[in-house]
């Protein structure tokens, strides 16, 4: 059975009185410099962050408070010793996120009822402490008996018995008697009886929703977990909102073009939580919907029509109107946009990127919000923040309608400028500009 590190338990016990002292949490965390450097790293957070940098224990203490520290105390232990199993990375990795997350949302619950938020977040963080235990056991069992366990059936193994072993791991640890009944009982459908194993069970469905996976909205209505904690329709809605507040994203990508599409994608697959906040309906950026995409399939279809004669060798005569040519050069162009773009949104799907379309800017220095095209906003929190967008240097003139364009262009040396009806107008001579012109010019229209 694991041991808690002496000075987290001795933190915890003397947290736990009405008048603890400052001095001997300080004492104690002097014992373990691991831990000490942890909590001085969150008291500099941005959750925690004050008008002056904490440098000292003494400051540290004082800014994180009582309840903050044994909660924090608990997670790093966890995170340090309990969930760490060779082989496993990514597994207990996963499993020990989800645990915080449902932690998380056992205080938002508790805070809604006007209950206990310490047992909540205890419940919740160690409701499946009893994984990686169980699974390490398994381990060490086949390698004493020089037998080499699966991969699949030693995950099989640590999912049969977790909540009773979480029991013991927190009966080993003395924590309060009730946290200890709600991590065995979360999963034995005795919610009516005990209200601290419903909120564990609630918050373990708001929490793997949240994280993109089951359940669904109607699912959520129809818990059991619901009716024993006396919660209505809107206060489960209040707490489905808080989602993106209450589990912080890994990574935010602002930004759904190649850069901003690479940076989620390798994030996702290292195991990150990531988030890709994108203006546009789709993925793509200006690449796919105004750049290279759209302007060399514009050339190479306009450079097929034109040398369909050449490649015949004079036989065939093709002509087509202008407008027939031009119709047919923009229906490709978009043909081959949606299809990039699907593309790109099946690739994103399956790297488990999370995707928000809408106007982001920083109410922060992690906090986003994100204006949707229909007016709703949303908030998320990301531990790190990544912009991949282009700003907005200045507003471009908007050239709307190709049958009534009037080119303007200015004349250096008369000083004057001149102004021509045309039927296609290219903005700029540069790679784009280039390719745009070929394509206008093989239908044969006024450019």
Known sequence: MPVLPEAVNAILLETSRTDWSAPKVIACLK????????????????????????????????????????????????EGRLFQVPGFVDEVRAVFRHSLA??????????????????????GLLHDVGWPVLLQTVLDLGRALNVVVPHDEALDAADMAHPQVAHHVAE????????????????????????????????????????????????????PALSALNLYPDALEALVARGDAVCPWDVVVIGGGPAG??????????????????????????????????????RETAMALT?????????????????????????????????????????????????????????????????????????GVGRAVIG?????????????????????VADGARGGRHRQRVRVGVRGAGGRGHDDRSSSAAPGVPR
Request: charged fraction near 25%; hydrophobic fraction near 45%; glycine fraction near 8%.
């Open 31 to 78: 014992r373990d410099p691991t831990l000490a450097a942890h909590l001085l790293r969150v008291a500099n957070s941005p959750a925690f962050r004050g008008a002056a940098e904490v440098v000292s224990l003494q400051q540290a203490v004082a800014r994180l408070g009582g309840s903050h520290l044994r909660q924090l105390a608990v997670v790093i232990a966890c």
């Open 102 to 123: 449902c932690a998380l949302f056992g205080r938002e619950i508790a805070r809604a009822r006007r209950a206990n938020v310490e047992d909540a977040f205890l419940a």
């Open 172 to 223: 080993a640890w003395k924590l309060p008697v009730r946290v200890r009944q709600a991590i065995e009982r979360h999963h034995a459908g005795l919610l009516a009886e005990d209200e601290l194993a419903a909120t564990v069970t609630l918050a373990d469905l708001l929490a793997r929703q949240a994280a993109g996976a089951a359940p669904d909205e109607v699912q959520l209505q129809q818990t």
């Open 261 to 298: 599409q690479l940076a989620a994608i390798t994030a996702a697959t290292e195991g990150q939580r990531t988030l890709l906040i994108e203006q546009a309906p789709r993925a793509g950026g200006e690449c796919v919907r105004r750049g290279t995409i759209p302007s060399k399939t514009l």
């Open 307 to 379: 040398g369909f004669k050449a490649r015949s060798g004079g036989v065939v005569e093709v002509s087509l109107g202008s407008q027939v040519q031009l119709e047919s050069l923009m229906r490709r162009k978009d043909t081959v946009v949606d299809a990039h773009e699907a593309f790109i949104s099946e690739q994103l799907a399956q790297a488990g990127v999370q995707v928000w379309h809408g106007h982001a800017r920083f109410t922060g220095v992690r906090e986003l919000e994100v204006l949707s095209v229909g007016g709703e906003r949303r908030q």
């Open 388 to 408: 991949a967008g282009r700003p907005r240097a200045g507003a471009r003139q908007r050239l709307d309608s190709l049958d009534d364009l009037a080119a303007e």
